[in-house]
């Protein structure tokens, strides 16, 4: 049952939401999204809230924190061995404790680690993270490594959409106004891949990032046969790196190919210079922890 607990008519451009629904099930949900796609969708708020007094306040707020069947981490046959399935609503502190998230993607708890600090990592979720699609979100780079898909709802229908698809540009998404994200789902590992994760930032902790880069990498037989590159704050929005990856795909394991792959990279990315730093350290800084990926995968 969907619960309302206020919503009135505004006569002036109102300075905070004026209507509020917390809906019990997904079903609920996208009722709620369809007799409001202009409300915004708050979980955890911990960008939403910030970002607020920056924006015209939205008409209402649909608000997902604790919806429970969005919620959670379970293992999904999706025909290609067994996924792992995380609800947007998660936390990232049970993503942190999830042992299964950590057999299959322990780069996904390296990066849940390093979001904020333990109050934040209690009330931000994945889908938060996946919704705001900034090009500093920690977890985005590995969802990209980790080739995950996206599971999500609207008035229209349920669809599944690869998450290297879903950043468009500068936190622009291929989220439709009136969709929901339901759930993260990240493919069965090949039991032979090696993970890679390092997030670069002023301080070791509770740090904006300057570089991020996340590597699904595996060898057999001496040369690359697998080779996803995800990197964070080297571009408008979260990227792959193609041409690093294409130089990966056939080569030998060494520091031939661990310097052609840091070349490479430059026609990847398109760094910035601002405040956190100058877009040729970032290139630099980069090459750098790509190249170490490498050289550690063996
Ligand atoms: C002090 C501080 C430190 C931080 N440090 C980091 C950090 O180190 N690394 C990092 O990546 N982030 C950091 N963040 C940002 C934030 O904590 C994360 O992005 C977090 O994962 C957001 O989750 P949330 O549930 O709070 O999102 P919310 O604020 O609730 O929502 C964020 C956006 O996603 C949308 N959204 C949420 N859920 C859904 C859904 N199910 N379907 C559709 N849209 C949805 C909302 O409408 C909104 O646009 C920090 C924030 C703060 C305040």
């Known amino acids: 049952m969907t619960t309302t607990t206020t919503t009135t008519t505004a006569t002036t ?14 079903a609920d949900l996208i009722a709620a999204r369809a007799d409001h796609p202009d409300w915004a969708v708050l979980c955890g708020g911990t960008d939403l809230m910030v970002e607020a007094p920056l924006r015209p306040a939205p008409a209402g707020v649909i608000d997902v924190w604790g919806l429970a069947e969005l919620r959670g981490i379970s293992e999904l046959d999706d025909g290609g061995g067994a996924a792992v399935r995380i609800g947007a609503a998660t936390p990232w502190t049970e993503v942190i404790a999830s042992a299964l998230v950590a057999a299959r993607a322990p780069i996904l708890v390296a990066a849940a680690r ?58 622009k998404t291929a989220l439709a106004a ?4 339901v759930a993260v789902r990240l493919p069965a590992p090949h039991p032979e891949a090696r993970q890679h994760w390092r997030k670069v930032g002023t301080r070791r902790a509770q740090s904006i990032s300057k570089v991020m880069a996340a590597a699904v990498l595996r060898v057999e037989a001496g040369r690359f046969v697998e080779a996803r590159l995800g990197l964070g704050a080297v571009a408008d929005r979260p990227v792959r790196a193609p041409h690093a990856e294409a130089a990966l795909l056939g080569a030998p394991v060494g520091a031939a190919t661990a310097d052609a ?3 490479a990279l430059a026609h990847d990315v398109a760094p910035i210079t601002d405040v956190r730093s100058t877009a040729a350290y970032r290139l630099q800084t980069l090459q750098h922890v790509v190249r170490r990926f490498v050289l550690e995968t063996a």
Request: charged residues 20%.
């Open 13 to 26: 451009t109102p300075t905070t939401p004026t209507g509020y629904v917390r809906p019990a099930t997904v």
């Open 114 to 171: 390093e979001i904020g600090a333990l109050q934040i990592q209690a009330r931000g979720t994945i889908g938060g993270n996946v919704g705001t699609s900034s090009p500093v979100g920690d977890s985005l780079p590995v969802l990209l490594a980790l080739d995950a898909v996206l599971e999500l709802r609207s008035p229209r229908g349920a669809r599944t959409v690869p998450y290297r698809d879903y950043p468009i540009s500068y936190r």
């Open 178 to 181: 009136d969709e929901v994200i």
């Open 261 to 263: 792959v840091a070349a």
